[in-house]
Each structure stands twice: as C-alpha cells, then as structure tokens.
C-alpha cells in the first residue's frame, strides 16, 4: 500500500509506524500549514514580518535610549542582547545553508559584540563634583 501524508486513515486506526511512542503525539499535535495564523498561508509572511520589526524596534528603541542617556552599561547589554539575537539569526541561517543569512548576522553579531566590549573596557567617566 502506498502511504501519502494526506491519507490519515493508517495513523488514526493504529498502523504506520507514526503513531508510536513520542512521534505519533507530536505528529497529531502539529497543526496544520496556516492554522496558526488567521487568514491561513496567504498572510502568514505578513504577520512573520511584523513580528520580525517589533524585535528590531524594541531592540533599537533600547540602544537609542540608553545612547541618549549616556548609560554606557545598559547600553553594554542591549549590544549584548543584539549580538545574541544576531546569532540565533546565524544558526537559522546556516540550518537552512542560506550564506547570505548566515554571514549578514553573523557580521552584525561580530561587530554588536565588539561594540559592547569596548564599552564595558572603557573607564567609566568620572562626575565632577562642584564645590
């Protein structure tokens, strides 16, 4: 008997080797292409981009901010916290053997965790106290 993904019968009635032990549960727990989205597939790329630009802003936001207050320390871990998402981005990236997301974050990474670097090996600036 030819077996096709869409023929569930064999998994629902016991026979096929998916519906054993650890698979079998993760399989019927998988749901379906586009369910998870409202709309189905047709908006799915939508929605994975914005939430792709709410990281970036809130990522950005943080840097501006702490670069605008002149806390170099926080500044120091939002870098951190960018060269971590950065490389979580290169490990995607290569599991899919795209060079082009493989590189792009694992420069940014680079250069994000030397920036964070410099900064925690900087001197802090003294305050001059007035008299």
């Known amino acids: 008997m ?67 207050l002149r806390a170099w320390r926080p500044l120091a871990l939002a870098l951190v916290l960018n060269a971590g998402v950065q490389l979580i981005d290169t490990v995607i990236g290569a599991t899919r053997h795209e060079l082009a997301q493989t590189v792009g974050p694992a420069c940014f990474a680079l250069l994000l965790g030397a920036a964070a670097w410099l900064l925690v090996r900087a001197p802090l600036p003294r305050r001059v106290v007035s008299p």
């Not at 077996?3 to 054993?20: N, Q, T």
């Not at 749901?31 to 990281?55: C, E, H, K, N, T």
Request: hydrophobic fraction near 50%.
């Open 2 to 68: 030819i077996w096709h993904p869409a023929d569930l019968s064999r998994v629902r009635h016991g026979g096929g080797r998916r519906d054993r032990g650890l698979v079998g549960v993760l399989h019927r727990l998988r749901p379906a292409p586009g369910i998870l989205v409202p709309g189905g597939d047709a908006s799915a790329p939508r929605v994975f981009a914005a939430y792709m630009a709410a990281r970036s802003i809130v990522l950005l936001g943080g840097l501006a901010l702490f670069a605008t």
